[in-house]
């Protein structure tokens, strides 16, 4: 985003513009290459109900959101955000249960601080197992939209509409391509939530990356829609509000729309590439041109982009 646009997000998040303008915090790793320790105000920590915590980073440029459930035996964290600084502080600061780590998808601002667990668990498909290298999984850029992503291990496989059982609270896990092929999303039927990472964001929906496909998203949003607990809302990745029932049919009936050819769309640049910006209600979407050119990697962790610019400048 620009620094304007920066800027005006961190008002809206309350940050002041002096925090708003530092949204790309400095690097701060440990001589072992573990993440260090936040300074003060950097995560946004609150409950969505005592057993329940979100976990925001709006100080990031990307303002992840991760989650904690707990359960009597287990904590599940779903997402770790982009490992700027040490997810697993946190975590350590509200729980001592043993703490299964599932990411809703493969993307460098899910992942970053995976390495700091050792009960991490992947959706079991046979393109994901092969990517385990003795004992490591490794990610193509393509994969991790970074150019130089690390392996990490995977302790654990998890089926698609596999129930996991955390004591007293029972999650379920689905499928839910679109973004990326391996998106997952979480069904917390007691509590009456869905934790849906980036299958649609209120900042920018992009199905403009490698393996995003507009037409699995409109079928996994139709899913959603089928197994969500009565006027549950969808928790996810990159805004602390979340997406209300009525906006998630709303945007499942405009991703079809989109994916049916039946949408109308304007011109935009992403990373220097050309692409089609399409709106449903206040929530834009990026998908490619007819050229199919997709987002590139980024070089670091902290390399910025302009998710939603004007137009790419003609060719000479």
């Known amino acids: 985003m620009s620094n304007l646009t920066a800027i005006a997000r961190g008002a809206v998040l309350g940050l002041g513009v002096a925090a708003a303008i530092c949204l790309t915090p400095r690097l701060a790793v440990a001589s072992d290459e573990q993440p260090g320790l936040a300074p003060a105000g950097y995560f946004h920590v609150f409950k969505l109900d005592r057993r329940t915590y979100a976990i925001s980073e709006p100080k990031y440029w990307m303002e992840n959101v991760s989650y ?19 997810i ?43 990517q385990v290298h003795d004992g490591y999984f490794v990610e193509p850029p393509e994969q991790s939209l970074l150019r130089d992503s690390k392996p990490y ?19 379920r896990l689905l ?91 304007k011109p935009m640049c992403e990373g220097n590439v050309p692409m089609l910006r399409y709106d449903i209600g206040a929530f834009p979407f990026v998908l490619p041109t007819a050229s199919g050119a997709k987002l590139p990697p980024f070089g670091s962790m902290t390399e910025t982009l302009d998710w939603l610019g004007p137009p790419c400048p003609a060719a000479n």
């Open 68 to 86: 904690l459930l707990l359960g009597t035996r287990q904590a599940l964290l779903f997402d770790t955000g982009p490992g700027i600084y040490s």
């Open 88 to 130: 697993k502080a946190v975590v350590r600061s509200i729980t001592t249960l043993p703490v299964l780590v599932i990411p809703s998808h493969l993307h460098l601002d899910h992942i970053g601080d995976l390495h700091e667990f050792n009960d991490v668990r992947l959706l079991d498909t046979p393109a994901l197992r092969a």
């Open 153 to 171: 291990r995977v302790n654990g496989w998890i089926a698609d509409g596999q129930t996991i059982e955390l004591g007293g609270r029972e999650i």
């Open 175 to 265: 499928s839910t391509p679109g973004h990326t092929p391996d998106s997952v999303s979480l069904i917390d039927a007691s509590h009456k939530r869905m934790f849906t990472g980036d299958i649609v964001n209120r900042m920018v929906t992009l199905v403009d990356v490698p393996g995003s496909d507009v037409n699995a998203m409109a079928a996994s949003l139709r899913r959603l829609l089928e197994l969500r607990p009565a006027g549950a809302p969808a928790y996810e990745a990159h805004s602390e509000q979340p997406i209300q029932p009525a906006e998630l049919k709303m945007l499942a009936a405009g991703v079809a729309e989109i994916a049916a050819g039946h949408a109308t769309s």
